[in-house]
Each structure stands twice: as C-alpha cells, then as structure tokens.
C-alpha cells in the first residue's frame, strides 16, 4: 500500500523561526548537504555581523563561512537585502537563503547575483510534509543555485556590457569629429551597435558607418524594405552600370555587395586603419579615415542616386 504526502503547515511545525526552525536547523545542519554542492558543518546560530546578527552561518569543506538566512514565509526584498549585508559582512563566499514560498522576482534576483558576482547563492525552499500518521519531516527543494554556466553566463553579459560602453564612446567621438567635416550625420545619435547610419538624398538608401574590433567599414546599404529585393538588385545594378565613374569619384575602388540571395545590396569600403578594440586615443586617425572616407562615397554616389529610376 502507498501512503499519500500530506503538507503540513510550517507554523505547526517550529511556531518561531529563530528559536525553533533556525535551532533545529543548526542541531541538523546536514540536511542542506544533500541539496547542495556544500559539504557545510560548524553551524553557530545568531552570528555577529557588524550591528547585525546573522541566522546561521556554517563552514564549508575549504573552512569558508556561509551565511544562513532563514524566512518560514514568503520571500521579501528585506531578507535578499540582509542575505547580501551578511554575507559581505563576515567575507563569505556563499549564502544560502532558506524561504517557504520564493517569489518569483526573487528566483530571478539570486540567479542574477550567480551569474554578476564572485560569490555563489543559493535559494531553497522549505515544506513540512507526513505521510499517513507519521511523523512531519522536512523537504527542502533547490530553487537556484550557483552553476558554471550561469557564471559563464555572466561573463557573457560583463563582456557584451563593455563591448556595448565602448561602441557607444567610439561613435560619439566619430560624431563630433564628423560634425566638424560634414552635415551627413549631424543629427545622428551614438549608438551602443556596431552601425549607425542616416537617409541618402534617395530617401529609401542609407549611408552607414559600421565598426568591429579591428576595423571600420562606410557604405551605401540598399534596402527599401520587405518585398523589395527586386528593387533593391535593380537599384545596384543601376549604379554598379556607373561603376568606372563612381570609383574614379570615390578615389579608389570600392567593394560591390550584390548579396545574392538576400534582399539587401551594399556599395562599401573598408578602413583598415583600425577598430573599437584599439586603445582609445588611437581612434582619432581611425575616426579621420572613416569620415574622410564617407564624404567621398557620399560625393561620388550623389548624382548617380539622384538618377536612380524605380
């Protein structure tokens, strides 16, 4: 015969957190060893942090302390701000938040701080169950934990963050120096992308500038919009007609980008000069070659786009 679990309200079970749930918890500190990825022992109950007294902190294997906080009820913004007060406090490298009912706001909270900090969080939730006339026993369930992907995971975000702030530099000193050459871009705002661009005379066409780590790119992007990749191939073979007399306007030869295939084409010249990765007073020439370079493209195309006939 199989018994039915039966939830047993936590309250029936310790009527206080801190002299009956955080007391058994210290006298039976083992049981979070089979949740967790911690082997924790030494519990010590109401452990001085500052002005503050922490639930439980414990060891791990390493000897590391790790900060305990207990809530036999709904998690709260109150309780993840002590969890991280305490943990600082004492140096702990692990915290582990004990909660019956872990609002979802909060799962959130805790995989963000695995995924942005050195330290490694834990949320669990606490249930009393029986079966039959039994005795009530605990259930404590891994909500969220530390884990090497969520850590690679915040590596990623740190590095596209950084990647985003330094675009985001590049182009506004593009811009000023643009300004100061041309209108074309004038009223362009920088970007955290690795393009930015604005309408030619021929409303439909655009003129951008794109960036990577170690280069620069300036083009003419054809791409009057969904269903017109007939137009735009027409519009490029109308220029690329005039391609003798765009190049020798331009100064230079130039990369014609059909993109069979795909709905946009692209009349571009790559700078070589550098890129966003290159330290930042090493962008000043590399902002040159780049407005430098659009002004041309820009002046060679002009009347030939004017001409174009859709």
Not at 15 to 29: H, S, V
Not at 140 to 145: E, F, H, N, S
Not at 267 to 278: C, E
Request: hydrophobic share 40%; glycine share 6%; with cysteine.
């Amino acid at each position: 015969m199989i018994g039915k679990i039966e939830r047993v309200p936590l309250r029936e079970v310790w009527k206080n957190e801190a002299t009956d749930f955080t007391t058994w918890l210290e006298e039976n500190i083992d049981i979070l060893n089979e949740n967790l990825d911690l082997n924790l022992s030494t519990a010590e109950r109401e452990k001085s942090a500052g002005a503050f007294s922490v639930d439980l902190v414990a060891e791990d294997n390493n000897g590391n302390p790790v900060v305990i906080e207990n809530q036999l009820e709904k998690s709260n913004h109150d309780h993840l701000g002590k969890l991280i007060t305490y943990l600082t406090a004492i140096g702990a490298k692990s915290a582990i938040w004990i909660v019956s009912d872990p609002r979802p706001e909060h799962i959130n909270a805790i995989s963000w701080l695995n995924e942005s900090s050195s330290a490694s969080f834990y949320l669990i939730k606490v249930e009393a169950i029986r079966i039959g006339d039994s005795q009530p026993a605990p259930l404590l369930t891994l909500i969220v934990g530390p884990s090497e992907e969520a850590k690679g995971v915040g590596k990623t975000k740190k590095e596209m963050a950084e990647r985003y702030t330094i675009r985001k530099n590049f182009w506004t000193q593009l811009l000023d120096y643009a300004k100061t050459k041309t209108k074309l871009h004038a009223n362009i705002s920088p970007t955290e992308h690795n393009w930015l661009g604005t309408r030619s005379v021929f409303k439909q066409l655009w003129l951008n500038y794109s960036v990577k780590k170690d280069a620069g790119v300036v083009e003419l992007y054809i791409d009057l919009g969904k269903d017109k990749e007939e137009v735009n191939k027409a519009i490029f073979e109308q220029l690329a007609a005039k391609k003798e007399e765009i190049e020798k306007g331009f100064g230079g030869p130039l990369d014609w980008r059909k993109l069979e295939g795909k709905r946009a084409c692209a009349i571009r010249k790559q700078i070589t000069a550098g890129g966003y990765r290159d330290d930042e007073e090493k962008w000043p020439p590399i902002h040159e070659a780049m407005v430098d370079a659009m002004i041309r493209l820009e002046r060679a195309l002009r009347l030939h786009i004017k001409n174009i006939k859709t």
